[in-house]
Nanobody, 116 residues
Framework: QLVQSGGALVQPGGSLRLSCLAS????????VSWHRQVPGKEREFVIGMAISESQMSYTDSVSGRFTISRDNAKTTAYLDMRNLEPEDTAVYYC???????????WGQGTQVTVSS
């Protein structure tokens, strides 16, 4: 399973770190990514990282502001967000996916609200 933490209310321009703790599977063999969803809209991909940590992909709106990282020893993935904008307000979900088997895990979601 994946257990998330770190959601909060922050002011525009602020920073926040989300964490995603994995257990029950071999975390280091899974690709990790973060997604977000606002009411009435589909969940959208935000940022992802390959197992080797050498490749990262992200949606244009978070370029230069969001960073994904992972610590396999701690079986934890992180999403570091800076220069937050009201448009970043959403429920954020982490995902771990095994490319060969298709096995997939989702975190429970955590609310990020950007407002003054």
């Amino acid at each position: 399973q994946l257990v998330q933490s770190g959601g909060a209310l922050v002011q525009p321009g602020g920073s926040l770190r989300l964490s995603c703790l994995a257990s029950g599977f071999t975390f280091s063999s899974y690709v990790v990514s973060w997604h977000r969803q606002v009411p009435g809209k589909e969940r959208e991909f935000v940022i992802g990282m390959a197992i080797s940590e050498s490749q990262m992909s992200y949606t244009d709106s978070v370029s230069g502001r969001f960073t994904i990282s992972r610590d396999n020893a701690k079986t934890t993935a992180y999403l570091d967000m800076r220069n937050l904008e009201p448009e970043d307000t959403a429920v954020y979900y982490c995902e771990a996916r095994h490319l060969s088997t298709g096995a997939r895990y989702w975190g429970q979601g955590t609310q990020v609200t950007v407002s003054s």
